[in-house]
């Protein structure tokens, strides 16, 4: 059964950083792409970044430029570096994982932006 966990949520102030990160229990080459969803009380789920097997990043328009996705491929771990957040950054933020077999999703971490 594959685990994705996340970590590094937080309160922070508009302005400030954080990094995300999400262990996954399997090899990331495993999956054809990881990324990061974020979810808002009364909104879609959407999706902020992804990085492909071969290392290709993709970004949503509205954190292009603050936010970086990157991995570590020894600790099996992808992170978001998130700067100059905003407080519309506030979410529910899920890493996600999409292998042959499927779509999975960690548990979720909060990240809250105060003005």
């Known amino acids: 059964q594959v685990q994705l966990v996340e970590s590094g949520g937080g309160l922070v102030q508009a302005g400030g950083s954080l990094r995300l990160s999400c262990a996954t229990s399997?090899?990331?080459?495993?999956?054809?792409?990881m990324g990061w969803f974020r979810q808002a009380p009364g909104k879609q789920r959407e999706l902020v970044a992804t990085?492909?097997?071969?290392?290709?990043?993709d970004y949503a328009d509205t954190v292009k430029g603050r936010f970086t996705i990157s991995r570590d491929n020894a600790k099996n771990t992808v992170y978001l570096q998130m700067n100059s957040l905003k407080p519309e950054d506030t979410a529910a933020y899920y890493c996600?994982?999409?292998?042959?077999?499927?779509?999975?999703w960690g548990q979720g971490t909060q990240v809250t932006v105060s003005s």
């Open positions: 996600h994982a999409r292998g042959t077999r499927g779509n999975y």
């Open positions: 990085i492909t097997r071969d290392g290709s990043l």
């Open positions: 399997r090899t990331i080459f495993s999956f054809n792409t």
